[in-house]
């Protein structure tokens, strides 16, 4: 047997509350907290969790909560100590704005999760493309270079070197991992665009899968009714269709 301590915890002041929304459209409330220190660890901001928790909590600014750390590392709510008297107001993200298919564009209300769609798709379970993160992307749409999901395809090394913290040789190693990101696998390409969780290849094309049906789909081991909708959903989407059509046209295999 082995005695372990309990979590540190602290009260701290709630100062605001920021929403993100990821590449699914999940909106995750993030409370920004008058820092606190936490064994080691200089604790600024929490998350809540859940959009329906923080509703549920009703923590708006000048609110005391308790954080703790899960796993000795990772800051985590755990209760609100009281609430302020006089309550902020706060207008959070419509939750039916959002959902895996929307925000293919840089387009107002869409930027957290248009950026989070890069991120996942240049990342490592999408194109792993060399030297490419949310900052990189973010300091692209900023120069007015991305307004869709594949337009840093067709970027050239002078148009990247142009963008403020991009030099000539940074700019010459992007475009050529942009460039190399054309010869991924299809499969690859399918978890990049953000198909749902492993869909089964055994159709080697586009063409072959977005054809596909409910039941052509529950035929597969593995695909129950609710995975073949989200796969009917994804392959018939317009949004979507648009990304299969670039790809063809940039000879990108399977597509």
Do not use: N
């Not at 979590?7 to 459209?25: H, Q």
């Not at 985590?76 to 293919?104: E, G, K, M, N």
Request: charged share 20%.
């Amino acid at each position: 047997m082995a005695w372990k301590y309990p979590a540190a915890s602290a009260l701290a002041e709630v100062r605001d509350v920021e929403f993100t929304i990821g590449r699914t459209g999940r909106i995750t409330p993030v409370l920004q907290l008058a820092p606190v220190q936490l064994d080691d660890h200089r604790v600024r901001r929490v998350s809540v969790g859940s959009l329906q928790r923080w509703q549920k909590l009703d923590i708006r600014p000048g609110d005391q909560v308790e954080v703790a750390l899960a796993g000795l590392t990772i800051p985590r709510l755990q209760s609100v100590a009281w609430h302020a008297r006089q309550r902020a107001a706060i207008t959070a993200p419509d939750p039916a704005a959002y959902d895996t298919l929307t925000c293919w564009r840089a387009i107002p209300g869409c930027e957290q999760q248009f950026r989070a769609r890069l991120v996942w798709l240049g990342g490592k379970q999408g194109l792993q493309l060399d030297g490419v993160g949310a900052d990189t992307w973010q300091a692209l749409i900023d120069a007015g270079l991305i307004h869709r999901l594949l337009d840093w395809m067709s970027l050239t090394p002078a148009q990247l070197a142009s963008v403020d913290g991009i030099g000539a040789s940074r700019a010459a190693a992007l475009a050529g991992s942009f460039t190399a990101a054309r010869g991924r696998a299809f499969s690859r390409w399918l978890r990049a665009l953000g198909a749902p969780a492993s869909p089964p290849t055994d159709a080697s094309s586009w063409a072959a899968l977005s054809a596909r049906g409910a039941s052509d789909w529950r035929a597969l081991d593995g695909v129950g009714a609710g995975r073949a909708r989200q796969l009917v959903a994804f392959f018939g989407s317009a949004e979507v269709r648009v990304q299969a059509a670039r790809l063809h046209a940039a000879g990108v295999q399977g597509f």
